[in-house]
């Protein structure tokens, strides 16, 4: 015999309960935004000040565009300079892991061998290592090969740095891509080398993305590595350029947030070029994977 609920008295309890949790979510999202993106706000204000009213009011708007902080900072602090030697590591970074988290990752997603899951544990358990535990190591290799004061000693570090996280990314984006498609080139005489260029990385764009953005962000701000190894004024990164350059002597915070100011527009600009990619690439990694 089936048995009669009686209706809630609270009708509009589930929909109340949903609207509380949506406004505590973008609560939540707006405070965050605004904790990221203020100091930002902060540092471009900052940058059109000059000194005097920097001191004087840090926290308030410039009386005018003081355009003069730019002109100084790129010319005195040679940015054009330290900028070429940044997207240099930069691009020969991202190259390098590309081509070497691509190939692995479609290893360790295509093929079955013995202790294959073992080593891509190995690489997983890479994302937890700091840096500064393998320094002394890396420093002697790099001293033993003859790297110091030369674009490889960062490029080189910089990239085995990468490939744990690359690997991962890349591995579970591969796996998400059906499996026939690359049976398929088989049956028609490609070899998986063929169906991999042909097939695999045509259709790998957002996960390539994704890499190409992570990458390159930890190689344009990477500074310790930088510190370490590199001490020829010539071939000095943006971060350490700026770090040699404004902290000599006292520091000129409005010449310092205007060359800070310069030196993220690079960064904008991947991301704005693969932002559409970058965000199909971190769902597919995530739901598919």
């Known amino acids: 015999m089936a048995t009669r609920v009686a209706p809630s008295k609270y009708k509009g309890g589930p ?7 949506k406004a505590l979510t973008y609560l939540v999202i707006v405070a965050f935004s605004a ?41 005195q602090a040679q940015i054009p300079r330290f900028i070429v030697n940044s997207v240099i590591v930069a691009a020969g970074t991202v190259t390098l892991t ?21 080593l891509f544990l ?12 393998g320094i002394i190591p890396l420093y002697v290799i790099v001293v033993r090969l003859h790297l110091v004061d ?34 398929a080139a088989l049956i028609d005489g490609c070899s998986h080398f063929s169906a991999f260029v042909r097939i695999i990385i045509p259709i790998s764009r957002p996960g390539l993305a994704t890499v190409t953005i992570l990458t390159f962000l930890n190689s344009w701000n990477e500074f310790f590595l930088a510190l370490i190894f590199i001490h020829n004024p010539n071939l000095m990164t943006l971060p350490l350029g700026l770090q ?24 904008v600009v991947v991301y704005l070029a693969m932002q559409r990619q970058f965000i199909a690439g971190l769902t597919a990694g995530a739901v598919r994977g």
Not at 15 to 21: A, K, M, S, T
Not at 62 to 73: F, G, I, T
Not at 98 to 118: D, I, N, P
């Open 98 to 118: 590309l081509v070497l988290a691509s190939c692995a990752a479609y290893g360790f997603s295509t093929f079955r061998f013995r202790g294959g899951r073992a």
């Open 150 to 183: 030369t674009y490889g000693a960062l490029i080189l570090p910089y990239t085995s740095g990468s490939l744990p996280l690359s690997i991962f990314l890349l591995r579970a984006f591969f796996q998400s891509i059906p499996q026939e498609l690359t049976d």
């Open 15 to 21: 929909r109340l309960l949903d609207i509380v949790g």
């Open 35 to 75: 904790i990221v993106v203020y100091p930002l706000v902060a540092m471009v204000i900052d940058s059109f000040k000059t000194q005097f009213e920097f001191y004087a009011n840090p926290w308030g708007l410039p009386a005018s565009l003081n355009w003069d902080n730019y002109v100084y900072a790129w010319q």
């Open 244 to 267: 040699a350059f404004f902290f000599q002597y006292s520091v000129q915070w409005n010449y310092l947030f205007a060359a800070l100011s310069m030196s993220i527009v690079p960064i």
């Open 122 to 133: 190995m690489f997983v358990l890479l994302l937890i290592v700091p840096v500064p535990v």
